[in-house]
């Protein structure tokens, strides 16, 4: 068993450098800050502004992105920044404390089918459900909307997961949060919630998951014993999925995801409960997983992308995530499967990071989490 890599004391930080210019353009503020980083200056610069908490970003074949926002919108963000009116025929979520409209994906084929993936809250209950649509030609509206699942838990408000990712083969792969019910039901087999769940692109069971033919068990389930998957995501390098999760007060965890492997919440855990409380039995048992870095204190973190840009030489092949409660960006460096390194970024910014993606151009492309939430790009100065 390899020995998780857990945060200490030593970090590297990137540190604010360079004051703030402002440029007009297409009605869109244009705002780009420089700080330090073991890459040499970054230069953080605001393309998009005005979004209400914008949750997850794909980008389009054009270079334009996809944005949803947690009350139950997706809108088109130009790459100028502009914003588009929200798309039409995006069903009502639930939108209460953390749930709504959350991540967005397209199909590996969208450049010929036009079909994207999109994860919510459902209107009735507050289950996490994945929908399948297809964006007109004239991206206005989605199309031939259809819910292709719909979890298993009586739902709620908090702790929703919802991160999708598409394997090569097309199967699709959810985090399911275990909402804040007994916890026990992350252990729970016949329960959706706590899991990460694969079906097919119609939502059909992908008949060779591994707890097809077991009693009392959902055949949709690919893995178990999560708290809130904030981040899920293919390694490029080596194939594997892996996984970012929420811990209480203490506990955040970078996974790789086996095929039905136990993950541990509650029993195992690093962490303790809000009130300080204890949860776990030990923060280790025979069966259940590792992960293979924690964070005590928690970052939150939020949002994953293996870099394999150009932007970045000295990056490539390092993990990326943000943080919602410490407010920066994490870049994780990796051999072998294990995280080497930890080097803290734009901690002066002082934005809660929701995602991160890699954008065609080679750049890191944020999104902030509040009521007026941005759209950041993140390259080397001047590029």
Not at 36 to 49: F, I, N, P
Request: aromatic fraction near 8%; proline fraction near 6%; glycine fraction near 12%.
């Amino acid at each position: 068993m390899k020995t998780p890599f857990v945060w200490a004391t030593a970090t590297l930080s990137a540190a604010i450098v360079l004051t703030t210019s402002f440029v007009i353009a297409t009605g869109v503020r244009s705002e780009s800050t420089s700080f330090t980083s073991s890459a040499g200056q970054l230069q953080v610069k605001t393309v998009g502004s005005g979004l209400n908490h914008p949750w997850g970003l794909a980008f389009l074949p054009d270079g334009r992105m996809l944005v949803t926002e947690r009350p139950g919108r997706i809108r088109i963000v130009g790459r100028d920044g502009a914003l588009s009116p929200p798309l039409k025929g995006v069903p009502t979520p639930y939108a209460s404390g953390q749930a709504g409209l959350l991540d967005v994906a397209l199909d590996k084929d969208f450049a010929s089918n036009r079909t994207l993936y999109f994860c919510y809250s459902a209107e009735r209950g507050g289950q996490a459900a994945l929908a399948r649509a297809e964006l007109d030609e004239a991206n206005t509206r989605l199309d031939n909307t259809k819910v292709i699942f719909t979890e298993h838990s009586r739902g709620g408000s908090n702790n929703h997961g919802c991160r999708i990712a598409q394997g090569s083969d097309g199967d699709l792969f959810v985090t399911l949060g275990d909402h804040f019910q007994p916890r026990d039901e992350a252990q729970d087999l016949g329960e959706d919630n706590g899991k990460i769940i694969r079906i097919k692109p119609d939502g059909a069971i992908s008949q060779d998951n591994p707890f097809i033919g077991r009693k009392n068990a959902r055949p949709e389930i690919w893995s178990y014993g999560h708290r809130n998957g904030q981040g899920l995501a293919f390694n490029p390098a080596t194939g594997d999925l892996w996984e970012i999760e929420h811990g209480p007060r203490g506990g955040d965890e970078v996974n790789i995801i086996g095929k039905g492997k136990n993950y541990g919440w509650p029993v195992i855990g690093y962490g303790i409960d809000y009130n300080g409380a204890k949860i776990h039995d030990s923060t280790s048992k025979p069966g259940m997983e590792q992960p293979i870095k924690y964070w005590v204190p928690s970052i939150a973190p939020s949002g994953m992308a293996f870099y394999t840009g150009t932007l970045f030489p000295a990056w490539q092949g390092s993990l990326f995530t943000g943080a919602l409660k410490a407010k920066m960006l994490v870049r994780l460096s990796l051999k072998d499967n294990a995280v080497t390194g930890e080097e803290r970024l734009l901690q002066n910014l002082n934005e809660r990071i929701r995602d991160v993606r890699q954008g065609p151009d080679g750049a890191l492309w944020l999104l902030t989490d509040s009521t007026a939430g941005r759209i950041l790009r993140v390259s080397p100065a001047g590029k």
